[in-house]
C-alpha cells in the first residue's frame, strides 16, 4: 500500500491530506474537512491539472498587456505547452473579459480567454 500526503488547495483551510492507494487506485482520503478535500485528493494523486495564468501583449489599449487564463483546469503536464503557445502572442484592443485569446490551447480542448477588459 502507498501512502501519500498532501496539502489540499481547494480552499483556505489548507487541510492535510493522507491518500492510501493500492495498485494505482485510491483507497481512502483522510484529513479532509470537506467533500472537496476528498475529490481533490483523489483527482490530485491521479490525474493532477491545474488552472494556467499568464498575461499577452495589447495592440492599441489603454494597457499594454491582458491577464489571461485557461478556461478551464488542464492536465498538469501541459502547462509548458500552454504557456508556450502563449509566447509572442498579441491581440488588438478592445479586449473584453471572457474573450477567446487562443482556442484549443496546446490540443487539450481547453481555450485561453482575458480576465480583464482592456478599452482602446
Not at 483522510?30 to 495592440?59: F, L, M, Q
Not at 492599441?60 to 509566447?87: H, N, W, Y
Amino acid at each position: 500500500m502507498e501512502t501519500r500526503n498532501l496539502t489540499c488547495i481547494n480552499c483556505p483551510m489548507g487541510c492535510a491530506l493522507t491518500i492510501e492507494m493500492e495498485n494505482g487506485e485510491v483507497t481512502s482520503v483522510s484529513g479532509n474537512t470537506c467533500p472537496r478535500g476528498d475529490a481533490y485528493g483523489r483527482k490530485e494523486v491521479t490525474n493532477p491539472t491545474r488552472i494556467v495564468t499568464s498575461t499577452v501583449r495589447v495592440k492599441d489599449g489603454e494597457a499594454d498587456m491582458v491577464s489571461v487564463k485557461t478556461a478551464q483546469d488542464i492536465p498538469k503536464g501541459k502547462i509548458f505547452d500552454c504557456v508556450r503557445a502563449l509566447k509572442g502572442v498579441e491581440v488588438q484592443a478592445p479586449i473584453h473579459i471572457g474573450d477567446v485569446i487562443i482556442s484549443n490551447v496546446a490540443g487539450t480542448g481547453v481555450d485561453i480567454v482575458a480576465t480583464r477588459n482592456v478599452e482602446r
